[in-house]
């Protein structure tokens, strides 16, 4: 096409950011104290460009910074000559899954709606709310380590927290939530992740000893492979149960809603190799009659405005807060998206495209290997 909306250049830096404060996973996943990314910027032929972001953790996904590049790098060179008003209305970014393809995703999308002059949201589909407000994410620690955070940020705006669990005993964790619900202040809702913890009895036990508590949800309790588990579990407890783990890609989605496995989805959109993949995943969703919780994975901010823009269309939120959080626990950002933020609210600035500043100073700064272009 001769539209100047071909891809001339893909560049791509790996990047290393520190958190503010290091944040502790589960015994088996131990604890994180910096961010990576490999940052994807696509020029087209008429100049325009898009940003993109791929946030790889080895310990989930088999993506080391070095490999995620290098993947990156492998998929850009077939990617040049391509229309991005192609790629982004033939959805075809949903051929390919894992975080180098988000990032390749959202940098299609968001250099179509630069050179349109539209916002990302606007090429996802209808705006349903005007922001979303955020939730905030708590170590898998004790109650007392829980009502710190909650103390701290809750004048901050902050009304929905997510209590991580899963590596202590089932009993102390049940204790723990009653024991934060006693010291909980008016307004706010809290939400508890296991990622995958727990074995079928424990997430029983776990569910009947907090049926009384007001728990938006249980994410992912079991194991990402037992669905009947979970759809046993959804039956046997009035609290709403979550997939994370379990959904990685737009035919996970389908299996466990055929099995029945869940009341909310965790949608991010690095998991599911972009926007065009999440965006048919909250379909089958919405279709089912089905919740999603906006999530995220120690992000920075293009994956997170990324991410908002899906937000902001979809009807079926969670009426919660939800993972708009990310680059306010990093020591820094190579965005602005921190801004995006006040209150505990996260609403996009009237810009095109994703519409967030991304800074090639800070990109210089933080980088930790060599760039690569093609
Ligand atoms: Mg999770």
């Known amino acids: 096409m001769a539209d100047g909306l071909n891809i001339a250049q893909v560049e791509c830096w790996p990047i290393k950011i520190p958190l503010a404060r290091s944040y502790h996973l589960s015994a088996v996943l131990g604890t994180l104290t910096h961010s990576q990314a490999a940052i994807v910027r696509l020029t087209l032929e008429d100049g325009t460009v898009g940003w993109g972001e791929c946030d790889p953790h080895a310990e989930f996904d088999g993506y080391t910074l070095e490999k995620a590049c290098q993947t990156v790098a492998e998929r850009a060179s077939a990617m040049i000559g391509l229309s991005v008003a192609d790629w982004v209305e033939n959805a075809r970014g949903r051929a390919f899954h894992g975080t180098p393809a988000a990032a390749i995703d959202v940098a299609c999308y968001d250099a179509l709606g630069q050179a349109r002059r539209v916002p990302v949201w606007q090429l996802l589909g209808k705006r349903v709310h005007d922001g979303v407000d955020v939730l905030w994410p708590t170590s898998s620690g004790t109650a007392e380590e829980d009502l710190e955070i909650i103390q701290e940020r809750h004048p901050q705006g902050f009304r929905t927290y997510m209590l991580k669990m899963g590596s202590r005993p089932i009993e102390d964790d049940i204790a723990r939530t009653h024991e934060v619900f006693r010291a909980l202040p008016d307004g706010v809702q809290i939400m508890v992740d296991a990622n995958q913890g727990w074995n079928r009895d424990q997430a029983k036990a776990y569910a009947k000893g907090c049926d009384g508590l007001p728990v938006v949800l249980i994410e992912q309790p079991l194991a990402a492979e037992d669905l009947e588990g979970m759809n046993t579990l959804c039956g046997e407890t009035p609290l709403a149960i979550s997939v994370d783990e379990a959904l990685l890609t737009p035919q996970d989605a389908d299996e466990i809603i055929g099995h029945d496995a869940a009341d909310v989805f965790s949608i991010k959109i690095s998991k599911h190799g972009g926007l065009a993949n999440s965006l048919l995943i909250s379909g089958a969703v919405q279709k089912a009659g089905k919740l999603v919780l906006m999530n995220s994975m120690i992000e920075l901010g293009i994956t997170q405005a990324a991410s908002l823009h899906l937000g902001v269309t979809l009807p079926h939120l969670m009426p919660c807060g939800h993972a708009y959080m990310s680059t306010l626990r990093m020591a820094d950002d190579i965005t602005d998206f921190s ?36």
Do not use: C, F, M
Not at 346 to 372: C, F, N, W
């Open 339 to 374: 801004d995006w933020v006040q209150n505990g609210y996260a609403t996009i600035p009237d810009r095109p495209g994703l519409g967030v500043k991304v800074s090639l100073d800070k990109i210089s700064q933080y980088q930790v290997g060599e760039a690569h272009v093609v």
